[in-house]
């Protein structure tokens, strides 16, 4: 299993993501949105967007950390390739990694049971 975060993983131009935001479908978790649609590629990809309403930048930086986590121990269990955008809300400080967990796998079999 690789758990890593290769470059090609990540979302990062502005075309990607308006292309996610007019056509991708939602999951609204109790800590993120989801906005997620199929790619022609062979792996998934992943983006994170928090807002500076937030939190601080050391907090805003530790979310990104931990949801990049979630995905990329993770990735296997996608079935398909996916482009995925998380879209973090203030609840998510008051969250625990298991919370987030619980979340991140809802967020996962809801997009699979969408597809």
């Known amino acids: 299993m690789n758990e890593t975060?290769?470059?090609?993983e990540r979302i990062r131009n502005k075309k990607?993501?308006?292309?996610?935001?007019?056509?991708?479908?939602r999951y609204r978790g109790k800590?993120?949105?989801?906005?997620?649609?199929?790619?022609?590629l062979s792996f998934s990809r992943m983006a994170v967007v928090i807002s500076k309403k937030v939190g601080s930048a050391v907090?805003?930086?530790k979310i990104k950390r931990q949801m990049r986590a979630l995905f990329r121990r993770n990735k296997n269990l996608l079935e398909s390739s996916f482009d995925?955008?998380?879209i973090a809300?203030?609840?998510?400080?008051e969250a625990?990694?298991?919370?987030l967990q619980e979340d991140y796998f809802a967020a996962l079999?809801?997009?699979?049971q969408n597809k």
């Open 59 to 61: 907090r805003r930086n």
């Open 31 to 40: 800590y993120f949105n989801l906005i997620y649609a199929s790619n022609d």
């Open 16 to 25: 990607e993501f308006s292309h996610l935001y007019k056509n991708g479908s």
């Open 84 to 86: 995925i955008l998380i």
């Open 89 to 93: 809300k203030k609840e998510i400080l």
């Open 5 to 8: 975060l290769s470059p090609q």
């Open 96 to 99: 625990s990694w298991l919370m």
């Open 109 to 112: 079999r809801s997009i699979g």
